[in-house]
T-cell receptor, first 113, second 111 residues
């Protein structure tokens, strides 16, 4: 049973560019959340998707957007990249009913130069 | 979500029990205590959670004080592979409720 899969694992982008990160949730999970983790800090909640809609959002600018597909997979898009966007981006999946724990992927390491 | 307070770091000897404290003095009656850990370069991993009773699973034990204002995660026989950052989180157990991470405790298990 595959867990949460994220791609790519590493990425280097230039300031001002746009990036798309991808996430496939754990089998059977229907909710996807995204987190940003700067070096040495705990993960910070970006937003959550359920039924292809953004259900919750953390304190992140509109440059951060997302999408969820009918198969529950998700994308995180970041526009106009800043140096400060360099971080580990984590995807976590969960169930909308029943057990409410989260399963995390290993993340995508984004470096903005 | 209630805020938690954890020591920033602690060392533990391999084979000994590791006791990780967490203060959550403003916890609400319907908030659970969750513990996750993050091994270097990996995503956070669920360890255990509880409401008010002590809990035990194959990874750890969770001891919650009677007033629920603090808890302790116990790794009974720490191994080198338990070296990680451990996060204590409180949240209402409901669909969609996010996890709010603090700084966690960086645990170093030494041989």
């Amino acid at each position: 049973d595959a867990g949460v899969t994220q791609s790519p694992t590493h990425l280097i982008k230039t300031r001002g560019q746009q990036v798309t990160l991808r996430c496939s949730p754990k089998s059977g999970h229907d909710t996807v959340s995204w987190y940003q983790q700067a070096l040495g800090q705990g993960p910070q909640f970006i937003f959550q998707y359920y039924e292809e809609e953004e259900r919750q959002r953390g304190n992140f600018p509109d440059r951060f957007s997302g999408h969820q597909f009918p198969n529950y997979s998700s994308e995180l898009n970041v526009n106009a990249l800043l140096l400060g966007d360099s971080a580990l981006y984590l995807c976590a999946s969960s169930l909308s009913q029943g057990y409410y724990g989260y399963t995390f992927g290993s993340g995508t390491r984004l470096t903005v130069v | 979500d209630a805020k938690t307070t954890q020591p920033p770091s602690m060392d533990c000897a391999e084979g000994r029990a590791a006791n990780l404290p967490c203060n959550h003095s403003t916890i609400s009656g319907n908030e659970y205590v969750y513990w996750y850990r993050q091994i270097h370069s990996q995503g956070p991993q669920y360890i255990i959670h509880g409401l008010k009773n002590n809990e035990t699973n194959e990874m750890a034990s969770l001891i919650i004080t009677e007033d629920r204002k603090s808890s302790t995660l116990i790794l009974p026989h720490a191994t080198l592979r338990d070296t990680a950052v451990y996060y204590c989180i409180v949240r209402v157990e409901a669909a969609g409720n996010k996890l709010t991470f603090g700084g966690g405790t960086r645990v170093l298990v030494k041989p």
